[in-house]
């Protein structure tokens, strides 16, 4: 299946330690691009997540964004080192006894390294469980993409037979339009007045035949319908391909044009040129 480069999801997270939502978008992009947006405690998932997203995207304009609250109930809170309280208390009540004088400056005491220590969350965790989200967003998200890249395949398979029957509306009217041809040309030769060599108005003919014969233009654009059906049936990343084939539709319609000598043909090779441009639209949007 191919995927479409075009896409969003969204998803969110709710744990004891907070809540947290994942958005990611994503637009055409010839090569791929990622950019993240986190907050500053989270900077260290960055290459996990740059990583991850690699391993499963090859084109695009990625933009992750993520907004983290931490809940009431796991504020930071203070907590004292009891046994190191009572060792600094009972260290300061014997210099105390000792010297004879002075007070217990608690405000002082509370400075010490160590006493006290907030309940921080464990940023294992919570890392550990954004990336379980990260993960599933990033699920999401391919679906989109697949939902969009199957209905751009659909659209291009009906551009595909609308080729095919635009090419044999030009096979169709091949045959009457080299015989008009001949017989316009053999007109104008009776016109003429003097003995003409018929060998030479034979060889002309035949040449003119050539220039006008678009059977090789016919062949090669049912050979790349054919081809572009294999490619959007093997799916995957597929866009440079596609883009290519798009490329080759495009040389064998200006051909044709250019050999045109009927308005059947002419109205064919503009109907081919509209037809290649919306599948090129559409396939810019190809990953």
């Given at each position: 299946m191919i995927q479409s480069m075009t896409a969003y999801a969204r998803i969110e997270h709710k744990a004891d330690w907070g809540?947290?939502?994942?958005?990611?978008?994503s637009v055409n992009q010839r090569y791929l691009e990622t950019y993240l947006r986190l907050p500053e405690q989270f900077r260290s998932l960055e290459p996990v997540l740059r990583d991850r997203l690699r391993k499963r995207l090859?084109?695009?304009?990625?933009?992750?964004?993520?907004?983290?609250?931490?809940?009431?109930?796991?504020?930071?809170?203070?907590?004292?080192?009891?046994?190191?309280?009572?060792?600094?208390?009972?260290t300061a009540n014997q210099l105390k006894q000792q010297a004879g004088q002075g007070d217990?400056?608690?405000?002082?005491?509370?400075?010490?390294?160590?006493?006290l220590a907030t309940n921080e969350q464990d940023m294992d965790i919570v890392g550990k469980d954004l990336l379980t989200a990260f993960d599933s967003a990033v699920d999401q998200f391919i679906e989109a993409r697949s939902r969009e890249g199957e209905a751009i395949k659909i659209m291009l398979e009906m551009r595909l037979v609308a080729i095919e029957e635009q090419v044999a509306i030009v096979r169709e009217h091949m045959p009457h339009v080299m015989q008009w041809q001949r017989e316009k040309l053999?007109?104008?030769?009776?016109?003429?007045?003097?003995?003409l060599d018929p060998a030479r108005i034979e060889q002309e003919m035949v040449l003119l035949a050539q220039k006008q014969d678009v059977a090789e233009e016919m062949d090669r654009l049912d050979a790349h319908v054919a081809e572009t059906r294999r490619i959007l049936k093997k799916g995957g990343a597929q866009g440079r391909r596609l883009d290519f084939m798009m490329q080759e539709f495009n040389r064998e319609s200006n051909t044709l044009a250019s050999k045109s000598i009927s308005s059947e043909v002419t109205a064919a090779a503009v109907e081919l040129k509209v037809l290649i441009e919306q599948m090129r639209e559409q396939i810019q949007n190809v990953e």
């Open positions: 809540n947290a939502s994942w958005e990611i978008r090859n084109r695009g304009k990625v933009e992750v964004n993520l907004r983290y609250d931490l809940s009431d109930s796991s504020s930071n809170e203070l907590t004292i080192n009891n046994e190191l309280a009572t060792q600094l208390i009972d217990l400056d608690l405000v002082e005491l509370m400075k010490w390294p160590g006493l053999q007109n104008r030769l009776d016109e003429i007045q003097g003995e």
